[in-house]
């Protein structure tokens, strides 16, 4: 079993930079890939970023005001948020996959495991 905990969300103004992060613990060796989520209240969970846990380069960001990089040694990913608008108020979720062949799928379905979120509002 393996538990995720986010933290770093909070208020703040538009153009304001902030970093979440997610702590991973428990067993950690079937980590593929991690991802970021979010969602905002009714609508549905959207992939953020997302890049594998051991090697490559290659990630995925929704927007180029977003970085996601991994301290593997620490279990810790992170998710660096900069020039924020109102339109990026959300819970933002960091979630776990498993599975190498659902790495490139954009839906939250694929991940197996995820936290509780951390509360991002951006005011203008």
């Known amino acids: 079993q393996v538990q995720l905990l986010e933290s770093g969300g909070g208020l703040v103004q538009s153009g304001d930079s902030l970093r979440l992060t997610c702590e991973l613990s428990?067993?950690?060796?079937?980590?593929?890939?991690m991802g970021w989520f979010r969602q905002a209240s009714g609508k549905n969970r959207e992939l953020v970023a997302r890049r594998r846990w051991n090697g490559g380069s290659s990630a995925y960001v929704q927007s180029g005001r977003f970085t996601i990089s991994l301290d593997n040694a620490n279990n810790t990913v992170y998710l660096q948020l900069d020039n924020l608008n109102v339109e990026d108020t959300d819970i933002y979720y960091c979630?776990?996959?498993?599975?190498?062949?659902?790495?490139?799928?954009?839906?939250?379905?694929?991940?197996?495991?995820w936290g509780q979120g951390t509360q991002v509002t951006v005011s203008s």
């Open positions: 979630e776990e996959l498993t599975e190498p062949r659902k790495y490139y799928s954009y839906f939250p379905v694929a991940y197996t495991y």
């Open positions: 428990g067993c950690t060796s079937r980590i593929y890939g």
